[in-house]
């Protein structure tokens, strides 16, 4: 059974940059066939997806977020993470990384979610 | 890009049978898969149909998605409803640059 983790820190301050990472747990990052994504969802409100690596590191970012946004992985230690940057309060949300089908975009893991408040 | 988008809320009471609809704003609902995911609060997603209308296991067989191309829009259907169903669904897709796209989310209440 795949299991993921977020971790980082729970609080950053406006115009700094936001850092989380996923630990994978019961599966390979490089297995193939599987992109790692990060999504996240505002208090209260909806999805919104972030982006997603493939173990090669080819990436694919939401264009809203792109200019701000910088996935990564690392293969050797089974992680993929998260960097956002410039941040301002409108980026507080609860960060969920998941595991998605590259053929079909099926987001079938997720990991509990961490929330990031950003304040001074 | 496009968009999907999903009535705020909707209602029903136990036993009887709900439809959330998700419409998909411009291209073919049918280009690419739809799948849907229900939130109860507090907690994660989880798959409730994907690849349009299968069923992960242990998803009982009262749920069921399809799509529709006359309204470009693919639907999750939950029949004999139980109070347990109460939860925000969203529905997922992606377009032809391989971005995901979430629907609003639609507030299910069982009353």
């Known amino acids: 059974q795949v299991q993921l983790q977020e971790s980082g820190p729970g609080l950053v301050k406006p115009s700094q940059t936001l850092s989380l990472t996923c630990t994978v747990s019961g599966g390979s990052i490089s297995s193939g066939g599987y992109y790692w994504s990060w999504i996240r969802q505002h208090p209260g409100k909806g999805l919104e997806w972030i982006g997603y690596?493939?173990?090669?590191?080819?990436?694919y970012y939401n264009p809203s977020l792109k200019s701000r946004v910088t996935i990564s992985v690392d293969t050797s230690k089974n992680q993929f993470s998260l960097k956002l940057s410039s941040v301002t309060a409108a980026d507080t949300a609860v960060y969920y990384c998941?595991?998605?089908?590259?053929?079909?975009?099926?987001?079938?893991?997720w990991g509990q979610g961490t929330l990031v408040t950003v304040s001074s | 890009n496009f968009m999907l988008t999903q009535p705020h809320s909707v209602s029903e009471s136990p036993g009887k049978t709900v439809t959330i609809s998700c419409t998909r704003s411009?291209?073919?609902?049918?280009?690419?898969?739809v799948q849907w995911y229900q939130q109860r609060p507090g907690s994660s997603p989880t798959t409730v149909i994907y690849?349009?209308?299968?069923?992960p296991s242990g998803v009982p067989d009262r749920f069921s998605g399809s799509i529709d191309s006359s309204s470009n829009s693919a639907s999750l259907t939950i029949s004999g409803l139980k109070t347990e169903d109460e939860a925000d669904y969203y529905c997922?897709?992606?377009?032809?640059?391989?971005?995901?796209?979430f629907g609003g989310g639609t507030k299910l209440t069982v009353l």
């Open positions: 998941a595991r998605t089908t590259v053929t079909t975009s099926y987001n079938d893991y």
């Open positions: 690596i493939y173990y090669s590191g080819s990436t």
């Open positions: 997922q897709s992606y377009d032809s640059s391989n971005h995901e796209v």
């Open positions: 690849e349009d209308n299968q069923r």
């Open positions: 411009s291209g073919s609902i049918a280009s690419n898969y």
